[in-house]
């Protein structure tokens, strides 16, 4: 079984940074980005006026954001009949988030476009070389909340592109159509099989949509998994291990990169000794 160096394994962080930033904002970002995060994990959905911006849910939760008066949102207003401009009025930042109590609040955040978070990475230090693991969010069979797959690719590519960031991104996504029409689009653009189910056939899955990475839910693989994985010449980065005895069995197992809301947790762990390692505690 093939066991990298602690020190290669690739540090991504959900959403940014979600246990100590509100997800999915520039702050989180930028946070991660300082902490040692290689990659920024993000979520994309597309407005009325078709902006793609980062955001994981389809509705904007009330148990997260304040609309433009600073009150709580009596409903779930969906992104997609929201225009960009309705979109930044709502506080996303104020609120805590009753899973992370270490999450720091960040009154006045608004949800990102993809367009300003690659304009913020071009500007900032740490941000130039970062790269991005960008997850579509589709809803097949609610054309009310997600545009079809191949519109939104072409948004996607076209922004991609424009910021010449193609050998810096992955385009990840549980829905093969949307991989499928990144593939017929922009073959250069490297794609990402999110998976959720339990004990699928994980390279068939990959092979069916051409990705060359597979992102599994952690508890569902095994080390004999990622070595078949690996031995069909994909790379493994699973979802979304937060805790030390998670973090040393993605180890064990072999994984190339690990997704997690505590990217600065995550490099401090890897960068410990064995000892140190094997005595952290969540």
Same mark, same amino acid.
């Given at each position: ?17 979600? $246990?100590? +930033?509100?997800?999915?904002?520039? /702050? ?14 993000? /979520? ?5 006026? /078709? ?26 207003? $969906? ?15 104020? !609120?805590?988030? =009753? +899973? ?11 949800? =990102? ?6 304009? %913020? ?9 970062? +790269? ?11 054309? /009310? ?10 948004? !996607?590519? *076209? ?21 499928? $029409?990144?593939?017929?689009? $922009? ?20 092979? *069916? ?10 508890? %569902? ?17 699973? %979802? ?6 998670? %973090? ?18 995550? +490099? ?15």
């Amino acid at each position: 079984m093939h066991t990298p160096s602690p020190l290669t394994v690739e540090i991504q962080g959900h959403r940014g940074a979600r $246990a100590l +930033r509100p997800e999915n904002t520039l /702050d989180a970002f930028a946070y991660a980005a300082e902490v040692g995060a290689d990659v920024l994990e993000m /979520d994309l959905l597309m407005t009325a006026d /078709d902006h793609i911006v980062v955001a994981h849910d389809p509705t904007l939760s009330p148990a997260r954001c304040l609309d433009a008066l600073g009150r709580r949102l009596s409903h779930a207003p $969906a992104l997609r009949a929201l225009t960009l401009a309705q979109l930044k009025g709502y506080d996303c930042g104020a !609120l805590p988030h =009753p +899973r992370f109590p270490r999450q720091e609040a960040r009154p006045g955040a608004r949800v =990102p476009t993809l367009d300003e978070v690659f304009r %913020w990475a071009a500007s900032h230090p740490q941000g130039r070389a970062i +790269r991005f693991n960008l997850e579509v969010k589709l809803i097949p069979g609610r054309p /009310d909340l997600t545009p079809p797959p191949a519109d939104f690719a072409r948004g !996607l590519i *076209a922004l991609i592109r424009a910021h010449e960031v193609t050998a810096r991104v992955n385009v990840q996504c549980f829905d093969g159509a949307l991989l499928h $029409a990144m593939a017929a689009q $922009a073959p250069e653009i490297t794609r990402a099989l999110l998976i959720a189910e339990n004990r699928i056939d994980h390279v068939a899955a990959a092979a *069916a949509v051409g990705a060359r990475i597979i992102s599994p839910h952690h508890h %569902w693989i095994t080390a004999e998994d990622v070595a078949r994985m690996h031995a069909a010449g994909l790379r493994v980065i699973p %979802w979304t291990l937060n805790a030390p005895e998670d %973090w040393r069995r993605a180890l064990e197992m072999g994984v190339d990169g690990i997704i997690t809301d505590d990217p600065a947790g995550l +490099r401090a762990f890897l960068r410990a000794s064995p000892q140190e390692r094997e005595a952290a505690q969540p």
